[in-house]
């Protein structure tokens, strides 16, 4: 199969653009371009979880629904969240309804705020996981790797829930920690640029 297909507009994207007409916006305006903003990471970690045995597109269908459900996604409010919470959220169609995974997101913005306070911020820490730039020169056709392993298995030690590797490396892969596109994407050079722009947060030293 290959790895890119050309678009309507005569683009060359990744070939995964074309499972579902709701991905060319996503692939061309989000994914892999870096991003350094607290809420928008913890939102993303957790639409991952929720993707778990799931598509992409069910999530990205629903990400609205899940935005107005979850308050935003900040982690700030969400960890005031109670089983009121949790028994309207299981009842609120605009989202996946899944005890477990919703549970998660009140416990990981738990851990969230525990995390920024030991490191001063999401972004910083889970930066520190960013793989060295040789090991990234070209995509790569892996679902994991030994970063997205060393991340998950920190997370989880802290207590996090639903981070598991392949979870953590599609994250990883959609906010610009690694540039999966493909080598003849014409967004591969974007999000390169970007990177390279890019000032990577620094933990806090105590």
Aim: charged share 30%; hydrophobic share 40%.
């Amino acid at each position: 199969m290959s790895e890119t297909m050309i678009g309507a507009d005569g683009k060359k994207r990744c070939s995964w653009c074309g499972l579902a007409p709701e991905y060319t916006q996503y692939h061309d305006d989000e994914w892999g371009f870096p991003v350094s903003d607290d809420i928008r990471l913890f939102e993303k970690l957790c639409l991952e979880g929720f993707q778990s045995g799931l598509s992409w597109r069910t999530i990205l269908v629903k990400r609205e629904g899940f935005r107005k459900a979850f308050l935003g996604f900040d982690f700030h409010k969400i960890a005031l969240f109670t089983e009121v919470d949790v028994a309207r959220l299981l009842n609120d169609a605009s989202i996946v309804r899944h005890r477990g995974k919703i549970e998660a997101v009140i416990n990981n913005a738990k851990k969230a705020l525990e995390l920024v306070k030991n490191e001063g911020s999401l972004a910083a820490y889970i930066w520190s996981f960013e793989p060295d730039a040789e090991d990234v020169a070209k995509p790569q056709p892996v679902s994991t790797s030994a970063e997205s392993e060393a991340l998950s298995k920190a997370l989880k030690k802290l207590g996090w829930k639903f981070v598991g590797p392949t979870t953590v490396y599609a994250f990883m892969q959609a906010m610009g920690l690694v540039n999966d596109h493909a080598e003849e994407c014409f967004v591969r050079t974007q999000v390169d640029g970007a990177r390279k722009a890019f000032k990577r947060p620094v933990r806090a030293r105590k």
